[in-house]
């Protein structure tokens, strides 16, 4: 299994333990509240979205991945979505060393 579908599947997981924020507003707000630790933002979301995001996430000092699009993104947690946030710092640590 490559690290694309294993990091898939750990969004997945993280998802159903209930350690994902999904969603424009709510990310900021778990931005803001220095709640994200790790930000998935599809590589084919709008413009606006990306500007709001990445503007954010680096004044609170985030980290921003773009290795899934919206499809890969809605499919891994079954729900559509553009931005997700990771607010757990096992979970975020073993996405990370996937996508090395």
């Given at each position: 299994?490559?690290?694309?579908?294993?990091?898939?599947?750990?969004?997945?997981?993280?998802?159903?333990?209930?350690?994902?924020?999904?969603?424009?507003?709510?990310?900021?707000?778990?931005?803001?509240?220095?709640?994200?630790?790790?930000?998935?933002?599809?590589?084919?979301?709008?413009?606006?979205?990306?500007?709001?995001?990445?503007?954010?996430?680096h004044?609170?000092?985030?980290?921003?991945?773009?290795?899934?699009?919206?499809?890969?993104?809605?499919?891994?947690?079954?729900?559509?979505?553009?931005?997700?946030?990771v607010?757990?710092?096992g979970?975020?640590?073993?996405?990370?060393?996937?996508?090395?």
């Amino acid at each position: 299994m490559n690290n694309s579908k294993q990091l898939s599947n750990l969004l997945g997981l993280a998802q159903r333990a209930g350690k994902l924020i999904s969603g424009e507003e709510l990310v900021v707000n778990a931005i803001q509240s220095q709640k994200a630790i790790l930000i998935f933002l599809a590589n084919d979301a709008g413009t606006n979205l990306v500007k709001k995001i990445n503007d954010k996430s680096h004044y609170y000092n985030v980290e921003v991945s773009t290795v899934f699009s919206t499809l890969e993104l809605s499919a891994a947690i079954g729900k559509p979505r553009k931005v997700i946030a990771v607010c757990d710092a096992g979970f975020s640590k073993k996405m990370r060393t996937l996508m090395r």
